[in-house]
């Protein structure tokens, strides 16, 4: 499912890219609709990769006995604060957000990858209708050039003129 | 060229059969027919319209009523380069209306994305002669060798048809117009573009009034644009919009000035278990039309046509699927993006029979009372001399007839967006990118 996210997603920031080159000028409906469809598949996507981190965190422990509980509640935690946060992340560069997955997916792979129990996808499968404030930002990324302060080069975030909070969960090891 | 053609009387459907018109060139983006059907507009991606009348009887030729032929041709909008913001301005025609005939001339809108105009189209058929101080080249006569007077007469001349533009109203959309609509009052109509209605006199041009403004303060809360906006056919007070969103919101003009809040609000809940990544595009409403009798609304969204009873706005009284095995493929529509084609839809003169558009050229119409449905198709092989349009079938699954099609094999490059029903009569205009087919059934 998270395939076909990623790809729907991909298909619609192409698309949003081409509008711009258009004849005519910006098409007001078409780019709305470009990104609602995109921001629902972008949803899926990074809810289908929480999901898949945070079940590989439970199943390496990374810290010592003592402390399995810690990286646990966190992996536990981070599906909920993690979206509220990934939510404010938004105003990024779409490229960016691959690559920001091409990241984690990277860290996760050392991982053995743990089959996907069905109850946490089938809710996962439906887009949700999102609150307003996502529609927001994500007008914004689509409006505004976001400028990376590292030129391109490096693959860490770049950050952006927009704040945002920084602290995020990182998956350790 | 045109070919008429007769029906068979003995076929229970209504049939159709085709007085083929080829138009050459441009894409055709918007047909219309007058209000008693004497002339079809068309509108095409080179902002040329083309004008077409019917033939009247005549005694000599009777086979030869109903043909329609060309009649003016004009060069409406041409591209336009806005300074301001480096943006090219289509010229390409979105719409045309009529104007209701007050006179010997003919007024019509037609609009591209950011000008409405206003155009005139008159006949010719007489000349003045015998002027006193120029001869009959133009030349100024000396006027020692004028000795008598004379009045001039009117000499008839080869009939011509001019277009002349009356009024252009500009400079009163930032987003770009999607409809136009003329109010039953004669005086005023609309114009709508994504975000906002305006409200014009047809006599003056450099005012006039916004009446719906969906505009968001902050553009990042955006959620909705306005899609299409008709009058009222008979209550000048009244007109509808659609959005995006898929609902529908009645207004009246004598509540306030600007009529942001609707009088009523027409939407169906969303069923749950069709819910997709593309269900957003597909609820959009590509086209509203009010029936003729005023009572009934009809919009149409990717895969369905409905319509509204204006006194109900919870749900539609009819739903018609009209190519519901494209459900399954929407991925690969969104990816071609014909998920975002907009179909328009059309009324009988009598409120009882819908039509619409769908791929392959081929186009649907629902009877309102006898619950059918036929799908025919608009191509040259089908349009011979005096051929019956044969009733097309779309094969969904396992086997497929012989004279099925299946969905596969669908040309989706070949779509009917447009198309437009007479008035009074059973005669249809069919736009196929840019040929355009004229239909009628015709009684023996």
């Not at chain 2, 086979?63 to 090219?88: A, C, M």
């Not at chain 2, 037609?110 to 003045?128: A, C, G, H, Y």
């Not at chain 2, 002669?129 to 080869?158: C, F, H, S, W």
């Not at chain 2, 299946?406 to 005669?427: G, M, Q, R, Y």
Request: proline share 5%.
């Amino acid at each position: 499912m998270d395939v076909e996210a990623k790809r729907i997603m991909a298909l619609s920031i192409s698309k949003l890219y081409s509008l711009r080159t258009q004849r005519g000028g910006l098409k007001l409906h078409r780019s709305l609709l470009l990104s609602m469809t995109m921001r629902a598949a972008r949803d899926i996507y990074h809810t289908a990769q929480l999901l898949r981190d945070a079940e590989e965190e439970q199943v390496v422990p990374c810290a010592p006995d003592a402390a399995p509980e810690e990286p646990m509640e966190i992996s536990k935690d981070s599906p909920q604060t993690l979206t509220p946060k990934e939510v404010a992340m938004k105003p990024q560069e779409p490229k960016e957000t691959l690559e920001e997955d091409k990241e984690n997916r990277c860290a996760s792979e050392r991982h053995s990858r743990k089959r996907r129990g069905k109850t946490a996808l089938e809710t996962d499968f439906l887009p949700l209708k999102k609150a307003k404030m996502e529609t927001d930002e994500e007008k914004q990324h689509l409006q505004g050039e976001v400028l990376r302060t590292n030129n391109g080069n490096s693959c860490r975030q770049a950050e952006t003129l927009t704040a945002f909070p920084t602290n995020r969960t990182i998956v350790a090891c | 060229m045109f070919t008429r053609i007769i029906r068979d009387p003995a076929s229970p459907t209504e049939e159709v059969s085709a007085l083929l018109c080829s138009v050459a060139a441009d894409i055709i983006s918007t047909v219309e027919f007058n209000s008693t059907g004497e002339l079809l507009a068309t509108g095409d991606k080179g902002g040329r319209v083309v004008v077409f009348q019917r033939e009247q009887e005549s005694k000599n030729q009777p086979h030869r009523r109903g043909e329609y032929n060309v009649y003016s041709t004009f060069q409406s909008h041409e591209p336009e380069f806005d300074y301001l913001k480096s943006l090219e301005i289509e010229e390409k025609i979105n719409k045309i209306r009529w104007l209701p005939q007050q006179n010997a001339a003919y007024f019509l809108l037609s609009t591209n994305d950011k000008t409405v105009k206003l155009w005139k189209i008159s006949e010719r058929d007489k000349r003045p002669e015998g002027y006193n101080l120029k001869d009959e080249d133009g030349r100024i006569r000396d006027p020692a060798t004028i000795t008598t007077l004379r009045v001039p007469v009117l000499q008839p001349m080869d009939l011509m048809v001019e277009a002349t533009p009356r009024r252009v109203f500009s400079n009163a959309h930032t987003y770009h117009i999607n409809s136009i609509s003329v109010n039953s009052d004669y005086e005023t109509f609309m114009s709508t573009d994504d975000l906002r209605i305006n409200l014009w006199n047809l006599e003056i041009t450099n005012r006039s009034f916004n009446i719906v403004d969906i505009k968001p303060a902050n553009m990042e809360e955006l959620t909705e644009v306005i899609t299409a906006a008709e009058f009222h056919p008979h209550q000048c007070n009244t007109f509808v919009y659609s959005s995006s969103k898929g609902s529908i919101r009645l207004c009246d003009m004598r509540a306030s000035a600007l009529c942001d809040n609707h009088s009523k609000f027409f939407e169906e809940p969303e069923d749950p278990s069709n819910r997709s990544f593309f269900s957003e595009i597909i609820s959009s409403i590509s086209d509203v039309k009010f029936s003729h009798s005023g009572r009934y609304l009809m919009t149409r969204d990717y895969l369905t046509v409905k319509v509204w009873d204006l006194n109900m706005e919870s749900k539609p009284l009819e739903t018609y699927q009209v190519h519901d095995y494209l459900r399954s493929k929407l991925c690969s529509l969104y990816e071609n993006d014909c998920i975002f084609d907009k179909f328009e839809c059309v009324w009988n003169g009598s409120d009882s029979v819908i039509m619409t558009g769908s791929y392959n050229n081929f186009f649907r119409m629902f009877d309102r009372n006898t619950k059918r449905d036929v799908t025919l198709e608009a191509s040259r092989e089908n349009s011979k001399p005096r051929a019956i349009l044969k009733p097309r079938k779309v094969c969904v699954g396992g086997k497929r007839r012989k004279d099925e099609i299946s969905v596969d094999s669908l040309d989706f490059s070949k779509k009917i967006i447009h198309t437009a029903w007479h008035p009074s009569e059973n005669i249809i205009a069919v736009a196929a990118t840019n040929n355009l087919y004229i239909f009628q059934d015709k009684v023996n």
